[in-house]
T-cell receptor, first 111, second 111 residues
């Protein structure tokens, strides 16, 4: 079993839809949870960062962490064509430790 | 604030040749990572530096890969000799306040 599982998609939605992206993980030692957005031929860009369980909101983006279920989610409201990218979940056990990534979910938002 | 810089952006070599990549992290970031991202996968750690010391190189194929960060700032990653399976994007990241910021990556193609 991989440490971090993420459905690679692809996922295609109409503009304005709510998008839900998810990851599961197996290692209960993970404490920090991130979502990165990666456009084609670019490096990953940090979108959201959560420590331990709970919700965090930033504009149209909401990140949720449920440590009891080992499940994290990213919601995108009012999705835009510019949101079309690959979304990578990532997690780490402590500060200053390497990130462990999911495979990434490829999202297309159709105008 | 300038981001993480990497060069070259693209490199094409023949198998058994050698290649080197360069990274300049965000100013003041003591922790630097090299990740390998194969097409369709999430990034995977190769090596972690703290200042000029190696923290974690357990996943670095040491028979062909080497990395250094002599003055605790810039870093170079070298592959010698390259194999076909080394075709990937090599990402450098630096860390501040538990957040990792990525450079644009170097896309390596081994023919």
């Amino acid at each position: 079993q991989k440490e971090v599982e993420q459905d690679p998609g692809p996922l295609s939605v109409p503009e304005g839809a709510i998008v839900s992206l998810n990851c599961t993980y197996s290692n209960s030692a993970f404490q920090y949870f991130m979502w990165y957005r990666q456009y084609s031929r670019k490096g990953p860009e940090l979108l959201m960062y959560t420590y331990s369980s709970g919700n965090k909101e930033d504009g149209r983006f909401t990140a949720q962490v449920d440590k009891s279920s080992k499940y994290i989610s990213l919601f995108i409201r009012d999705s835009q064509p510019s949101d079309s990218a690959t979304y990578l979940c990532a997690m780490m056990k402590a500060g200053n430790t390497p990130l462990v990534f999911g495979k990434g979910t490829r999202l297309s938002v159709i105008a | 604030e300038a981001g993480v810089a990497q060069s070259p952006r693209y490199k094409i070599i023949e198998k058994r040749q050698s290649v080197a990549f360069w990274c300049n992290p965000i100013s003041g970031h003591a922790t630097l990572y090299w990740y390998q991202q194969i097409l369709g996968q999430g990034p995977k750690l190769l090596i972690q530096f703290q200042n000029n010391g190696v923290v974690d190189d357990s996943q670095l194929p040491k028979d062909r890969f080497s990395a250094e960060r002599l003055k605790g700032v810039d870093s170079t990653l070298k592959i010698q000799p390259a194999k076909l399976e080394d075709s990937a994007v090599y990402l450098c990241a630096s860390q501040g306040n538990n957040e990792q910021f990525f450079g644009p990556g170097t896309r390596l193609t081994v023919l």
